[in-house]
């Protein structure tokens, strides 16, 4: 490699995430295709809160970061350091003699970028905003809140909240529950009818045999997917015993070996 410009997408292709973390002292346990352990910059939510997968050179912090990135912005944040200085820690320590780097264009990750078209059901709700800067304030990435089908509700039952869609584990569209934007309480809320302790968000997504994270707010399912963490669901209201015996449900027909309450 010459002193000329390494860019950042460059560097992710030459050095792999796992290879970074030793670096910054790092170590984890392997749990399939991902490494788990404690995260160790909010150092909260359990030792197995921080995950990274390395086929998709993503973290994620399940505990109090709620956030995640790549592995420029985690040496970033582990060394208080600009990403530039990251990507150069890194270049530097990985032998590669790199004296400048340029700034990553601003795409975001993405798994799949289908929105799910649901069977039957309710009719998805056309009015959502997926670039509302509510949304952006939670962290959440236009491109994300379109393959879930959320959005910013203007208008209707949800309006002023989140409003993302409900499905049961068929992938038929159940309603939308309204999570807040601004902290209010309740965080979630449901149309009158609906029994939010008898359904698993996102559980529709599942892959067979997967292990599973399980949140408490959809939220969490939307941030960690965009950090590249795709087998989280989350339960929608309190863990009563018709939520724990859903999961259960879930666990045996999807095959799970393991799940982490986060
Ligand atoms: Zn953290």
């Given at each position: 490699m010459s002193t000329a410009t390494l860019s950042f997408s460059e560097l992710k292709e030459r050095v792999n995430i796992e290879q970074v973390l030793?670096?910054?002292g790092i170590s984890l346990k392997k749990h399939g295709t991902q490494l788990r352990g404690a995260c160790p910059i909010c150092k909260d939510g359990g030792d197995r809160a921080f995950v990274v997968t390395?086929?998709?050179?993503?973290?994620?912090?399940?505990?109090k970061c709620r956030t995640g990135g790549d592995m420029i912005s985690l040496v970033a944040r582990i060394?208080?350091?600009?990403v530039r200085e990251a990507a150069e820690f890194i270049a530097e320590r990985m032998g590669m003699t790199s004296k400048q780097t340029t700034?990553?264009?601003t795409v975001p990750q993405d798994g799949s970028p289908q929105p799910l078209s649901p069977k039957e059901g309710l009719k998805p709700l056309e009015y959502l905003e997926a670039t509302h800067e509510?949304?952006?304030?939670?962290g959440v990435a236009a491109e994300t809140?379109?393959?879930?089908?959320?959005?910013?509700?203007?208008?209707?039952?949800?309006?002023?909240?989140?409003?993302i869609p409900i499905h049961d584990r068929a992938g038929t569209l159940l309603a939308y529950c309204g999570r807040t934007v601004?902290?209010?309480t309740p965080m979630l809320t449901f149309p009158n009818s609906f029994q939010a302790e008898s359904v698993i968000f996102n559980a529709h997504r599942i892959e067979?045999?997967?292990?599973?994270f399980v949140a408490r707010d959809p939220l969490q399912v939307l941030l960690a997917f965009e950090h590249g963490v795709t087998n989280v669901v989350s339960f929608l209201g309190d863990i009563t015993v018709d939520a724990l015996h859903v999961l259960t449900v879930l666990m045996d027909e999807k095959d799970v070996p393991s799940v982490d309450i986060i």
């Open positions: 030793p670096l910054v390395p086929a998709k050179g993503l973290y994620y912090c399940f505990g060394r208080s350091c600009t700034p990553p264009r509510a949304v952006q304030a939670l809140c379109t393959h879930f089908g959320a959005g910013f509700a203007p208008k209707g039952i949800m309006r002023g909240r989140l409003a601004k902290g209010e067979q045999g997967d292990t599973i």
